[in-house]
């Protein structure tokens, strides 16, 4: 059984392609103060760059799929980085940057449609459903390289605390991605190895497991417990909650133009 895309089913969608201009535009605005507005450059990096993360995402759903068994995965045009192909549009990129823009919490997306009666192999639906969330991480160890190498001499405060505000939704959404929450890809990891009887029970509310994580997350408590838990992440990685806090600052580009203490005059250790 073929398990290939053609060409044509395999090539970047120009949608992409747009959303990596945007980001290279935005991060040449920040690095070089250019933009009238600091705020809204780094907005504009911010958000396009996660935008491209969640289509890395659900690209590494797609091809892993493909290659465990899903032939149909090129037909629906998963294959091309298009967010536009995704089953839902709105879950999958509306409502993420929604959720960044009120709370800056990087909350996963909707899906692409994997016909898993096509592939054999517990460990094959765990790969499919594990892909995604290992691409957010290896997305957060990219971004902040920077930081945990020691390789900041020379960085523009403003692009270091983009980065660090990327880095802090992508570790959120790793971590959110991973808990084993019917509708998560934590649970699609773990479901193949529960009993057929415990997956029929479960299924009915894989639909309101995001909606019930967000709703969770406004907990006071599970906020304060979850972030308390990012922060310690992001400290392993060389983040200070310093640079996280002026990152999400300079992001409300709305709320005006934040007057940040030069970092020189700090000791973040």
């Known amino acids: 059984m073929a398990t290939q895309a053609t060409r044509g089913e395999g090539r ?20 070089t103060d250019y933009s009238a507005s600091p705020g809204f450059a780094v907005f504009l990096f911010v958000v396009s760059a996660w935008i491209v993360s969640l289509c890395l995402h659900e690209y590494a759903h797609a091809r892993t799929a493909l290659h465990g068994g899903d032939i149909t995965i090129g037909a629906k045009g998963y294959l091309t980085l298009n967010p536009l192909k995704y089953t839902h549009a709105l879950l999958s ?29 517990r460990w094959k639906h765990s790969l499919i459903s594990a892909a995604g969330p290992l691409t957010n991480l290896v997305f957060a160890v990219v971004v902040t390289a920077p930081f945990w190498l020691h390789a900041l001499d020379g960085v523009p405060d403003n692009f270091r605390y983009a980065l660090a505000f ?5 570790v959120t959404a790793t971590i959110l991605n991973l808990l ?31 909606l019930a994580v967000f709703g969770f997350l406004w907990i006071p408590e599970v906020n304060h417990a ?20 002026w990152g999400q600052e300079l992001f409300r580009f709305w ?15």
């Open 180 to 210: 084993p929450v019917p509708g998560l890809d934590g649970y699609g990891i773990i479901e193949p190895w529960l009993s057929p009887k415990v997956r029929r029970q479960v299924e009915p509310f894989a639909p309101f497991g995001l």
């Open 226 to 245: 979850f972030f308390d838990m990012v922060d310690a992440v992001l400290r392993t990685l060389g983040i200070t909650e310093w640079d996280t806090y």
């Open 166 to 170: 990327l880095a802090l939704l992508e």
């Open 12 to 31: 970047v969608s120009p949608v992409f392609l747009a959303l990596v201009a945007i980001m290279a535009v935005s991060i040449w605005a920040v690095w």
């Open 93 to 121: 990129i509306v409502l993420p940057v929604v959720f960044v823009i009120m709370g800056g919490i990087g909350l996963p997306g909707g899906a692409v449609f994997i016909e898993r009666h096509r592939i054999r192999g």
């Open 255 to 269: 709320q005006g133009t934040p007057e940040i203490p030069p970092l020189n005059a700090l000791d973040l250790g």
